[in-house]
């Protein structure tokens, strides 16, 4: 967790992973691989292109693609509106990838957590370990 002098906050999550950032990237744009790790999305790895991520939960985040850097970074909002400024998130994801001399090294950051969404950091810093669980698996299974 980082404190931001916005006074958001920021879940940070970072992994070795033992695969090229090739076959990363491909598992963090194709749509039917995202819908394996993370949610179903209409995702398409284009600066500008909105889409959206349909939760288990039944929830819809609303993104829009920031950053697209092949195979080293991409970054999109991630929001969810809310009548409720606690769940009322307005985000930013970005994941970055480093190669390393065992694969890659693998960064999440997800800021703009504000002081009264206690409830939504904590689930993102418990759910970000899981849908990294999940693409590590996945990763695996590919191999």
Same mark, same amino acid.
């Given at each position: @967790? ?5 006074g ?12 090229? *950032?090739?076959?990363? &990237?491909?598992?963090?744009? %194709? *749509?039917?691989?995202?819908q394996? &790790?993370? @949610?179903?999305?209409?995702? !398409?790895p284009?600066?500008? #292109? ?6 288990e ?6 993104? +829009?693609?920031?950053?697209? +850097?092949?195979? $080293? ?9 809310? $009548?409720?400024? /606690? ?11 480093? *190669?390393?001399?065992?694969?890659? #090294?693998?960064? @999440? $950051? %997800?800021?703009?957590?504000? *002081?009264? %969404?206690? !409830? ?7 759910? &970000? %370990? ?6 590590? /698996?996945?990763? =695996? /299974?590919? =191999?």
């Amino acid at each position: @967790m980082n404190e931001v002098s916005t006074g958001t906050r920021t879940v940070v999550v970072e992994r070795e992973i033992p695969h090229p *950032p090739e076959k990363i &990237w491909r598992a963090l744009t %194709q *749509p039917h691989l995202i819908q394996e &790790w993370l @949610m179903k999305s209409d995702f !398409q790895p284009v600066v500008g #292109h909105r889409f959206n991520l349909r939760g288990e939960w039944g929830g819809v985040l609303d993104c +829009e693609v920031l950053i697209v +850097e092949p195979h $080293e970074r991409l970054s999109y909002t991630w929001n969810y509106p809310h $009548e409720d400024a /606690a769940y009322n998130l307005k985000s930013v994801v970005t994941l970055t990838l480093t *190669p390393t001399s065992k694969g890659t #090294h693998l960064r @999440m $950051e %997800q800021t703009g957590f504000r *002081p009264e %969404q206690n !409830q939504a950091f904590h689930g993102a810093r418990h759910g &970000w %370990q899981g849908f990294l669980e999940k693409l590590d /698996a996945i990763l =695996a /299974a590919e =191999a």
